[in-house]
């Protein structure tokens, strides 16, 4: 596997099911398979971006558009009472999959340090 060739990109071209709950041009939105609260889901750009760091100034509008999509996606599964939003970046990070994704983790009160 390339380093931006991962279980993503299989969930992205539908090579591997997923329990998908929002999709636009730029980005999709489906539940975390191992959810670490009620409602856990990750929300990826569908251009192959391993992380963060790997961001550039051209990718400013896709940036914007992730963090608002989380915002639509939390409101669509009625996160209404808050939820945390996560980017976890390379391997002190604890990142795993190396197509950049924000986690949505609700449904209950999460706790303060994140560990
Ligand atoms: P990270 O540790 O930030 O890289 O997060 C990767 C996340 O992807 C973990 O929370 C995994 O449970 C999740 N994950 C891995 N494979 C799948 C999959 N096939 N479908 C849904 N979520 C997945």
Known sequence: MSETETI????I?????ADIVY?????????DINPQAPVHIIVIPKQ???????????????MGHLLL???????LVELNNGYRVVINNGPDGGQ???????????GRP??????
């Open 8 to 11: 993503f990109s299989k969930i």
């Open 110 to 115: 999460m706790l303060w340090p994140p560990g």
């Open 69 to 75: 999509t989380v915002k639509r996606v939390a409101k």
């Open 48 to 62: 192959p971006l391993a992380k963060l760091a790997d961001a550039e100034s051209q990718d400013h509008a896709l």
């Open 96 to 106: 795993t999959v190396n197509h950049l994704h924000l986690h949505i983790l609700g």
């Open 23 to 31: 999709e636009d041009d730029l980005a999709l939105a489906f539940k």
């Open 13 to 17: 071209r539908r090579e591997i099911p």
